[in-house]
């Protein structure tokens, strides 16, 4: 079952979005949770995870303090809020358990940050 992350789109510098993922309850409730991303030419790379119990949360020095990740168990979703968009956030963002399993890709949502 892949997962599918929602709410990406063109925003301008200095902007916000929120990206939204739901996935099976059993998956959510037994994984730590994770947003990663893939820029054009690059790697995909972790951005944000949060634990299951969801105390706990990590961010790519990146986006630290720009970025919150949060997790709705009555809705077994994940989020990502992000502020003060840069150009350099531009790239495709997927959602996924942490460590990341190949079924769960999906095929992400674009975030484009440009003026």
């Known amino acids: 079952v892949q997962l599918q992350a929602s709410g990406g789109g063109l925003v301008q510098p200095g902007g916000s979005l929120r990206l939204s993922c739901t996935a099976p309850a059993h998956t959510f409730q037994v994984n730590n949770m994770g947003w990663y991303r893939q820029a054009p030419g690059k790697q995909r790379e972790l951005v944000a995870s949060i634990w299951k119990d969801g105390k706990n949360t990590y961010y790519a020095g990146s986006v630290k303090g720009r970025f919150t990740i949060s997790r709705d168990s009555a809705k077994n979703s994940v989020s990502l809020q992000m502020n003060s968009l840069k150009p350099e956030d531009t790239a495709v963002y997927y959602c996924?358990?942490?460590?990341?399993?190949?079924?769960?890709w999906g095929q992400g949502t674009l975030v484009t940050v440009s003026s």
């Open positions: 996924n358990v942490r460590p990341p399993l190949a079924l769960y």
